[in-house]
């Protein structure tokens, strides 16, 4: 039988074929994907709980670039430092929901405590999931029939998103991500810990290691308002980027320029600080136009806004603007020249102002005072023994270091006033010698412990101090360091008023209180808390208030530096100077232990004090820092308007018969009715008279002292 080979053709395609033409075209054709700008604007709808305008998004000019950069395939890092309230969570909540429903994938947002986790979620997530239908189905309650999202965990098609906090190192580091984000990165702690307290590392760290698998498809977003500069998270990641600035075309000239504050001017050209800024213009920066934009002018300006890169690109795309770009129905350039007078003689305020209204990093100018430039700014107006309390200083405070080698205490009172104004009355060491036989000194010195040296503070404590008014006044508060020997302070402590204490805090109930102090590294707390019930009971029912040094001692330097008492108008005190530290005619050697400390910012953001070079005494610097304290727990930051003016009344110049002003002589002696410290406090280094009477009025032995009814319940005169 003949056998036949069979042949096998190969099938032709006809690749010109319409039909399969299109097949070919859906199959090997990308998916396209639109960018994150025109998505949004198509997709996202605004909610009254985050908006004042419930309606569909409308982006501004500058804002499309940055939405861009989140879609944009080559980008992989993206940095927005940005103003408060104008751009940053809007941006995260958009980069979500364009992922969700265009290139979904596991994302970790990453807040700074579980409570801020939460609120993101209750307030933008949960509105958004409400109002978008983009998001119907996909990262609803029910996602694929099944009932599993919770508030700070959702599935979604594709992925999923987990919304932790960066002080918990086990929800940053056991996920696997693709997409990673980080709100208000400034605000992470600098290492979290583990269970058994072990350092675990930077969250932002542990977090983006766990996008590794992903490769070059992660993307990480960090959106915040800057801080210190060298300290700032999101400073250090900006100038790590392609630093993208907004530039702007000037109406008249056409020359394109940044906005900057420097620029601001009163609307006839003048600077706002002098006119009032009540109607603040942006002035061009170009030196040969200098036109002055009206309201209207610097938005048209802004709507052709075009960006432009400092450094070159290499996958991280930075961007930064500041409220200068804000519409005129958000914000007026007169608004924030208004705000900024308010703070610009104020160095914290005026720093909340510089990072998160110009979105600029805060630098701090010369971490030490001059002590040479304190020295020559003082004021001829009485202290120590001869102190008179100026007019607008309306109550002391007092506080004193406990130090051991030679054994002594070193006492410093302070008058306080609106706006922390302040002056430092008196400055006094009290020592003591042992006697011999016949009641003669030796060189050998009592030690802290000895009842004479308290007694002797305990003088200090219960003088009335004459003040300008022709009355008298007490010391409000008096803190004491523990320091090594805290025995002695707790039984000092236990003989005089203390603190009351309830749901609210710490507060003075009564005149002449004692307040056991200890001090600590918090930066963000001059108060910064209180020992516990059981460590009470150990003292004796003492109670110890933890100071904050860091940030005592940061508020201090940046007054020292930044504010300077006026000119003298022939008071005790000159005219008004918020936040200012005068003071009296004391001893060079005071102010080099004023400023007997500078600050250091290691590299991994941990801030420590450390002492000058050939500076051995820092005590004049504490007892700054302990009056500070002892304010803070009077009232200075919490008085309300009707509280300052009670006080102010109590202290109203005292009149004669016929209501003419009390005279106040303060250039003749005078015999104090208060008890005085005298052979055994010294003031080696420190404090001198100065080598002429203050220019002052009249004065009159003081009739009567401020012992009147209590301010709302929280001290009594």
Known sequence: MASHAV???????????????????????????????????ENIVLSPEYSARSSQLILMPWQREIWDAW??????ELTIMSAVQITKTLAVQCAMAWTICNDPGPILLVEPKEDSANAFSKRRLTPMMRDCACLHGRLSDTVLGKKTNTLLAKDFPGGNLLIVSARTPTDLAQHTIRYLICDEPDKYPVSVKSGSGEEEGDPMDLAWKRALTFGSRRK?????????????????????????????????????????WEHVVNEDGRSFTTSGGSRARYRCSESSCRAIWTEGQRWKAIGSVEWRATNPFAGAAGFWVSHLYAPPQWIRLSDIARDFLKVHRDPPRLRVFITTVLAQEWEDKGETPDHERLYARREPYPFNDEAVVPQRA?????????????????????????????????????????????????????????????????????????????????????GIDTGRRPKPVYEFARRHAQLSYGPAGAHVHAIRTVVPTKGTDDSLRIIAGYSKEDAVRKRQGVRIISIGTHCAKQELYDLLQHVKPGPPDGTLSG?????????????????????????????????????????????????????????????????????WRELEKRVAPMTGTRGEPVSNDLSQPTTPTTQTVTSRVSQPAQPSQPSAPAPARPYRQPTRDLRQRPIRGRFVF
């Open 7 to 41: 042949t096998v053709t190969d099938p032709i395609i006809d690749i010109t074929d319409p039909i399969i033409a299109r097949d070919f075209r859906s199959v090997f054709t990308p998916k396209h994907i639109p960018p994150m700008s025109t998505w949004s604007e």
């Open 71 to 76: 879609s944009d395939p080559r980008v992989e």
């Open 220 to 260: 990480r977003m960090q959106v915040c308002s800057p801080t210190t500069a060298g300290r700032s998270r999101i400073g250090k990641a900006y100038q790590d980027s392609d630093m993208r600035k907004p530039y702007v075309p000037c109406p008249f000239c056409g020359y394109y320029q940044v906005l900057s």
């Open 394 to 478: 309306l109550f002391l405070t007092a506080f004193a270091d406990v130090q051991e080698s030679p054994p002594r205490l070193e006492v410093g009172v302070t008058g306080w006033g609106r706006d922390r104004e302040n002056w430092p009355l008196a400055y006094y060491v009290i020592k003591e010698w042992v006697k011999d036989a016949d009641g003669n000194d030796t060189t050998d010195m009592l030690p802290v412990t000895h009842h004479l040296l308290w007694e002797r503070l305990d003088a200090i404590l219960q003088r009335n101090w004459r003040h300008e008014s022709g009355r008298t006044i007490p010391i409000m508060a008096l």
């Open 575 to 643: 005219p008004a100077v918020p936040g200012c530290y005068h003071f009296p005619m004391y001893e060079l050697s005071y102010f080099i232990g004023l400023t007997a400390e500078y600050r250091i910012v290691h590299e991994n953001g941990r801030v420590t004090y450390e002492k000058r070079a050939g500076v051995e005494r820092n005590e004049p610097l504490d007892i700054a820092v302990g009056n500070r304290a002892m304010a803070a727990i009077v009232g200075i930051d919490r008085f309300s308007e009707a509280q």
